[in-house]
């Protein structure tokens, strides 16, 4: 008669095995549809949006000062570590004039920078300072990172 205990307690071993192994899936199968309604309410809760309703709007976002602003921008060449300098006049909003003050480290950063000190004012004369981000001007590209860095602290100069 021990036979059918043993096959009964190899029975019982076998179904709390199973009931481990499938308890041990039920977590993580529950888990991704919480996440995914977190993720969700996350995304449709709108929360930055103002109670009216005018999420994007240009009142929503402080405007800029009239005036002249000035601000040394770095960026990397061949050369190491050069500098150029941004000087923007603004209107409304709006870049009235530019100037760019050179600060070459070698004869090719003085070439480039001067390329790109000529062909500036074509690209942003016009335009509002939250549009300005220029990646090549008159054939020079890492210029214009420098430039790119001054801009972001002239706009928060202008502020």
Same mark, same amino acid.
Request: net charge neutral; hydrophobic share 30%.
């Given at each position: 008669? @021990?036979?059918?205990?043993?096959?009964?307690?190899?029975?019982?071993? /076998?179904?709390?095995?199973?009931?481990?192994?499938?308890?041990?899936?039920?977590?993580?199968a529950q888990s991704s549809p919480?996440? @995914?309604?977190?993720?969700?309410?996350?995304?449709?809760?709108?929360?930055?949006?103002?109670?009216?309703?005018t999420a994007g709007s240009s009142s929503a976002?402080?405007?800029?000062?009239?005036?002249?602003?000035?601000?040394?921008?770095?960026?990397?060449?061949?050369? +190491?570590?050069?500098?150029?300098?941004?000087?923007?006049?603004?209107?409304? +909003?709006?870049?009235?004039?530019?100037?760019?003050?050179?600060?070459?480290?070698?004869?090719?950063?003085?070439?480039?920078?001067?390329?790109?000190?000529?062909?500036?004012?074509?690209?942003?004369?016009?335009?509002?300072?939250?549009?300005?981000?220029?990646?090549?001007? /008159?054939?020079?590209?890492?210029?214009?990172?420098?430039?790119?860095?001054?801009?972001?602290?002239?706009? @928060?100069?202008?502020?």
């Open positions: 008669m @021990s036979f059918p205990v043993r096959k009964s307690v190899f029975v019982g071993i /076998a179904g709390i095995s199973l009931v481990g192994t499938v308890a041990g899936c039920a977590p993580s919480a996440q @995914s309604t977190t993720a969700q309410s996350t995304t449709g809760s709108g929360s930055s949006a103002p109670a009216d309703g976002v402080p405007g800029y000062q009239d005036g002249t602003y000035s601000a040394d921008g770095n960026y990397v060449s061949p050369n +190491g570590t050069e500098t150029v300098g941004v000087e923007l006049t603004l209107s409304g +909003g709006t870049v009235s004039d530019v100037n760019i003050t050179q600060h070459p480290s070698n004869p090719n950063t003085r070439k480039f920078q001067g390329e790109f000190a000529g062909g500036i004012a074509a690209q942003i004369v016009g335009k509002k300072l939250d549009e300005l981000s220029v990646s090549k001007v /008159a054939g020079s590209s890492l210029t214009s990172g420098g430039f790119n860095q001054a801009v972001e602290k002239i706009k @928060s100069e202008a502020r």
